[in-house]
């Protein structure tokens, strides 16, 4: 596995593996060992990064990869995440105050099993405290010895740029990939300027651009697809012709669509790391294939000459939810 740099000293293999759907938000979760089989495959085929949060479950997400990651501590880089509200009597709001930093990072590396985080991401900006409170708790985490190197997701490059001007930021994390381009607009050249990796989520489009969604796909009462706008059946039936130019392009490479997405995202920038998610083997290795994978400049060109053409339908988010990001 080609491995890649997030920030300055942060190496972490060149595809990643989001753990989310592992036990949560992605309808019935699987028999929790075959999971951390998955997840432990995963590492004896190269992948070195993992990618958590306290809110997915809550709780029971990290705690899976934690157990999954233990005895191959040494071998991995783990991140995870802080932000909201949660526990015995939390209100799942948005809370980055440190006492609640502090609180969250303690009971990530026990659920983890580590003595320090890798990277510690705030999940979400929020409103309430200033980002340089926010960095100047972690950067006490990291002189503490619990934190390792500080991450920021869905954050704005204002956000950016005043956060890590207080502590290092190593990884922006944010949603990106061939039908979610915000990014390129000021985040990319932001992370660009200051050294920062970037890890697209979703960088298959929650799946859809891996060519095995169409508008009759049902999805589980606990799969957050469901309320998402991009995922209504004529959303879906609109957006069909992109996953049609990712078939075209495989066909030349003798790849699949979701291959050629995280090929393209690849060669966006050297520092760019997705983190696609999977429960199953045979993805993790199809997605481990897309580094193998060269598109040309001319390549690259065409794709974007073809998607420009392609008006993609419906938001990513419900509107309250869109107006947690970004900020």
């Known amino acids: 596995m080609l491995k890649r740099k997030l920030g300055s000293k942060l190496e972490v293999?060149?595809?990643?593996?989001?753990?989310?759907?592992?036990?949560?938000?992605r309808g019935p979760a699987?028999?929790?060992?075959?999971?951390i089989a998955l997840i432990r495959a995963a590492v004896a085929r190269g992948v070195t990064f993992f990618d958590t949060a306290e809110v997915y479950g809550p709780f029971t997400n990290e705690e899976l990869v934690g157990e999954a990651l233990e005895p191959l501590r040494k071998d991995v880089v783990i991140a995870t995440k802080f932000g909201f509200d949660l526990?015995?009597?939390?209100?799942g709001a948005p809370n980055s105050r440190p006492s609640r930093i502090r609180q969250a990072a303690d009971e990530s590396l026990r659920r983890l099993r580590v003595e320090a985080i890798d990277l510690l991401y705030q999940h979400r900006v929020?409103?309430?405290v200033?980002?340089?409170?926010?960095?100047?708790?972690?950067?006490?985490?990291i002189a503490q010895g619990k934190v390792k190197h500080f991450g920021l997701s869905e954050?704005?490059?204002s956000t950016i740029r005043r956060a890590h001007a207080v502590h290092p930021v190593a990884a922006v994390q944010s949603e990106y990939s061939l039908w979610w381009r915000e990014p390129e607009a000021e985040v990319l050249p932001t992370?660009?300027?200051?050294?920062?990796?970037?890890?697209?989520?979703?960088?298959?489009?929650?799946?859809?651009?891996?060519?095995?969604?169409?508008?009759?796909?049902?999805?589980?009462?606990?799969?957050?697809?469901?309320i998402l706008p991009r995922f209504?059946?004529?959303a879906r039936k609109a957006n069909q012709p992109l996953v049609g130019l990712l078939e075209g392009l495989g066909r030349e490479k003798a790849a699949t669509p979701a291959q050629i997405a995280l090929a393209w995202l690849l060669v966006q920038r050297p520092w760019i790391v997705p983190i696609p998610g999977t429960t199953k083997l045979a993805r993790v290795e199809e997605n481990i294939g897309a580094t193998a994978i060269e598109l040309t400049p001319d390549d690259r060109r065409k794709m974007d000459e073809a998607i420009a053409k392609i008006p993609v339908q419906g938001a990513r988010y419900p509107e309250d939810l869109e107006r947690q990001t970004s900020r």
């Open 13 to 25: 293999s060149a595809i990643g593996l989001g753990c989310m759907g592992l036990n949560y938000h």
């Open 30 to 35: 699987p028999d929790k060992s075959e999971m």
């Open 87 to 91: 526990g015995p009597g939390g209100s």
């Open 126 to 128: 929020d409103p309430g």
């Open 130 to 141: 200033p980002i340089e409170e926010v960095a100047g708790a972690v950067k006490d985490l």
């Open 155 to 157: 954050a704005g490059a």
């Open 191 to 226: 992370c660009e300027e200051l050294g920062i990796g970037f890890v697209p989520f979703s960088p298959l489009g929650r799946g859809f651009l891996a060519g095995k969604i169409d508008e009759s796909t049902a999805f589980g009462d606990n799969d957050n697809r469901v």
């Open 232 to 234: 209504t059946p004529g």
